[in-house]
């Protein structure tokens, strides 16, 4: 089937809006090759530092110069289910490097922190830039240039992401990332969310609500539902950087460490001493980049990563925005439904057909670039399969011809939706993203009075007090990356999906994210410009008719356009924000860091060497129209 004419399209406009970017990352990918060895660049005494501690017959291999060496950057810890697997990982990773005729070195770890933990408090100011974090991290772990090839464990929610960045800054090496599974199914998704219903009702008691909960998330590996951390995964598969199949084998199975030695045999293969060199920085491309936004289409994944898509492109040379989604988006069918999207976890996904069947399906319909470079090294086609033991041996067999379970994956001709169910919102408040492929039709056109809050915590007392009970647009406002870190908001869901059962037509407006979790009711989230970047949802007062407009792509304040222009942005005390729960240390991200739409991004594009090329490379810069001192406008509910 060939290539659909739209995605052939947005390629070719991604291609060339990236060319000059594109061509100076090439050229630093190329400049950091070294012949033989990486090591071998390295003095007597830097290497005599590298392999001191090692086992005789590895630090003899090291010695020797001529075989690889593989670094293992991993996001273990032990207090987070789905990082807990990892533990063991590196003692099967350096046995099986051995084996291929190379050598493991655990080169550095990356912070690892958990959204599900941090939801609603302080902390969670601090996850968006632990994205950079870990990407700096993975620089410096990768920084003693003594490697060849690279390993990457990682799997939540700005991990991969961050690993993934950090990767391609050393584009010049070959990189596979081993994820470490889901855990197994526990409570049902759909009873989860109505016992949180019931709980902000207070119909229930915080015992009862943790009992619920813990059923839920009870064992090592990730949350079933489809959130950031198992979209991460799917987007590794589509885009080439996990073994086949293996996104969602769940921890502690022979399937599982036979998949993660085999990924690092594979990495020996694709190293500069292998047979088949596959830098990184070449297989993530702009046709990867595409396939990896189809990937989010095709399963309602994470809302996360219309801003980390956009990071991860970046560091590659390659500039995509939200028209890109959009239009794609137009095209690209829904194949899945899996929380909170539908009832499924992704273990229902799996055993359905799992990721080889998508793959397979969209390649067939012509809705996926199959000639790009993967870790595999033969094109996506290679990708289209499951991994098996056989006795002791890992096989790979084709994905069923036909979906396991219809309710939960469907054939491209088939879809449970003709889109991918992802809108651009544009209006005189900025733009932003909205998913609706959770979303009932009736609710996608909202009109109402605005409420205006300036902190999840104002809007939980609002509704707690029941001041709520209504039709309104919630604008939640100064949460974007300048402001606070940008948190995702998803503990307001319950309380708007109990006003919304009960009548009330209500929608979400905000500066900030909602998370893989983005569910039922309607949510215009990522408005760019943030107002601290001069964005003009600071314009909003409260009884403005808001008019949120799914199918129409609008998001607008019904204010007369002349009194729009003359208001001032409102302001706000953010000396809240800033101190407590480490987030002074993170004060360098919130004054450097773009605009969502730009990866609310702390490193631009590749520098150019001609410096008449367009300056769209760094981070916005525009003024911060506020101080911290700033105080706030107040207004009545």
Known sequence: MPLHP???????????????????????????????????????????????????????????????????????????SAHQPYEHFPRIIKNAVREAGGVAQFAGGVPAMCDGITQGQPGMELSLFSRDTIAMSTAVALSHNMFDAAVYLGICDKIVPGLLIGALHFGHLPAIFIPGGPMTSGMSNSEKSRIRQLYAQGKIDREGLLEAESKSYHDAGTCTFYGTANSNQMLMEVMGLHLPGSAFITPNTPLRDALTAQAAKRAVAISGQGDAFTPVGQVVDEKTIVNGIIALLTTGGSTNHTIHLIAIARAAGIVIDWDDFHQLSAVIPLLTRIYPNGEADVNHFHAAGGTGFVIRELLDAGLLHEDVTTVMGKGLRAHCCEPFLDGDKLVWKNVPTVT???????????????????????????????????????????????????????????????????????????QGPKANGMPELHALTPALGNLQDAGFHVALVTDGRMSGASGKVPAAIHVSPEVLAGGPLGRVRNGDMIRLDAEAGTLQALVAEAEWERRPLARVDRSSNVIGMGRELFAMFRSSVSIAEEGAASFGLPHLATPSSPEINQPNDAAEPFSDEDTHVQQSI
Not at 34 to 57: D, I, K, V
Not at 433 to 455: C, D, G, L, M, N
């Open 404 to 478: 396991g379970d219809e309710k939960v994956l469907r054939p491209a001709a088939e879809p449970f939706a003709p889109d991918g169910g992802l809108r651009l919102l544009t209006g005189n408040l900025g733009r932003a993203v909205i998913k609706i492929s959770a979303v009932k039709p009736q609710y996608h056109r909202v009109e109402a009075p605005a409420i205006v809050f300036t902190s999840q915590e104002e809007f939980m007392h609002a509704y707690q007090d029941g001041k709520l009970e209504r039709d309104f647009v919630a604008v939640v406002r100064f």
């Open 6 to 80: 739209v995605i052939a399209a947005v390629t070719g406009r991604i291609v060339e809006r990236s060319r000059l970017y594109r061509a100076a990352y090439l050229n630093r990918l190329a400049d950091s090759i070294h012949q033989g060895t990486q090591r071998s660049a390295l003095s007597c005494t830097n290497l005599a530092h590298g392999f001191a501690a090692f086992p005789a017959n590895d630090k003899l291999i090291l010695k020797q110069q001529k075989q690889p060496s593989v670094a293992i950057v991993s996001s273990y810890n032990d207090m987070l």
